[in-house]
Each structure stands twice: as C-alpha cells, then as structure tokens.
C-alpha cells in the first residue's frame, strides 16, 4: 500500500512539472534580471512601458507552453531573442543618441502614436492592428477584442497574450513565427522563388513584410528590428543565425 501511495504521488508531481515545463522552461532563460535588464528604460520619462511587467510576461507565456521552450537551447534562446527583438521594434521608444544606444529602449509604447484603423490601431508588444486580428486573438483567447480593444493596452497580460498569440498562429499562408524561429517550417517552391527563407528576416515579412521587405536594401524598419535582435542575441549568448534581413524578399499577399 506503501509503495502504490508513492507511485501515486510521483505520478502526480511528474505530472506538475510537465504542466509547469513550458513557463520554468521560458524563466530559465528569461528571468526577472534578464527581463529588467533587456527593457531597462521602458519606464522612463515620456515611455509608458511601465505597463509591461515580468509577471505579465510569465504569465501569458504560460498559455503557450511551446514558447521559448522547443528544440535544444539554442533553439530556445534564438526564439527569445526573436520574440523580444520584433517586439521591441513595434514598441520603441529609442532615437540614434539615446543613453544605452537605440537599441535599449524597447516596450517604451503601449499604443500606437500614429493611429492606425481606429478603434482597431495598435497595442501591445506586437502592436496588434486591425479589425480582423482583434476578431481572431479574441477568439483564441476567449475575450472580446472587437468589443473592447482597449483591453489590449489596459490589462498587461492580455498585451502579452495577443502578442504571443500572433507568434504562434500561422494565417493564411503565413507560418507562424514561432515554427520559422525554431526550425519546424520549410520552405516550399513558391516561397524559394520569393525569396522566403527561414531566418529572422522572415519573421520580419510575417509581421511587416508589406512596408518594410523587398526593397532591395534593408529599409529603415527592417534595420531596427535586426539591431534589436543582435542585441538581445548578444545577451542571451546565442548566435544569431543567418538570412537576417528581408531586403530580398517577396512580401505576402496583404490579409483581411
């Protein structure tokens, strides 16, 4: 009877620790030092970034247990890198001869300055755009984003959630970029003739492709979320991989 006890709750702690994987998986390597350290001036004067905080963070993660958590380490602190360096961009406070260099001031925005397709513009990290996003991260996320999407840039976690949503989904014939990042999308003959392979440049085309890829030379855009990226890679101590930019490649059809 012993012995059954002890398989039961060996079972059961196995059990804790596999539903806990995907979020110590992602804190192992984002810790809370390491996420005050990458977005140290979020909460400066003329930022609103103080919004964004590590247990916000956490948490959404925890919804979407492959984040930050698939293939080997390096796998894993390259999509981290990725993730914080795309998000950085979106969200940027920085300008050329700013303290830390522009690359320091990432989540320095909750919403877009510039509205984009008001009520739907946007807020975030990913700074989710458009009716028909706010309908789909809704659904997913069970919340009514096209009844309140100021929900978006008032509930932390629910910034986050949006942000990670849009990480993981592929849509229409976007892959998501969480499976470009980690190596689990190939691509096929209609993406090699466009150009699209993986790399973080490709997650550029995913988020932006239509303003900022295909131009020939990397774009102002396409630069800066490269420089966050080699920042963030650099303090993770990972390698940044190739086919960084998306100068070369055929931007996707527009959405909607």
Request: proline share 6%; hydrophobic share 35%; net charge neutral.
């Amino acid at each position: 009877m012993r012995n059954q006890v002890f398989a039961v709750l060996a079972l059961a702690g196995a059990a804790l620790l596999a539903a806990a994987g995907g979020a110590s998986g992602q804190q192992s390597i984002i810790t809370r030092q390491v996420f005050e350290s990458m977005l140290s001036h979020r909460g400066d004067s003329g930022c609103q970034g103080a919004f964004y905080t590590y247990d916000a963070f956490t948490q959404a993660a925890a919804r979407f247990p492959a984040f930050g958590t698939t293939g080997d380490d390096r796998t894993r602190r390259r999509e981290l890198a990725a993730f914080f360096g795309q998000t950085s961009h979106e969200t940027t406070g920085g300008w050329s001869t700013a303290p830390g260099g522009p690359f320091a001031w990432g989540y320095c925005r909750v919403e877009e300055q510039s509205q984009t397709d008001p009520p739907y513009y946007g807020r975030g990290p990913i700074q989710l755009t458009h009716k028909y996003n706010y309908e789909q991260a809704g659904r997913a996320l069970n919340l009514d984003l096209v009844g309140n999407p100021d929900l978006v840039s008032r509930n932390p976690v629910v910034a986050f959630e949006t942000a990670l949503w849009f990480w993981m989904t592929p849509q229409a014939a976007k892959p998501s970029c969480h499976d470009v990042i980690t190596g689990r999308w190939a691509p096929g003959a209609d993406d090699r003739r466009a150009g699209r392979l993986p790399g973080y440049g490709l997650l550029t085309n995913i988020i932006n492709g239509g303003l900022e890829c295909g131009k020939g030379q990397p774009t102002d855009g396409d630069n800066d979320r490269v420089g966050f990226y080699r920042r963030y890679c650099k303090m993770l101590g990972v390698a940044e991989g190739g086919n960084l930019s998306c100068e070369n490649q055929t931007p996707y059809a527009p959405a909607g």
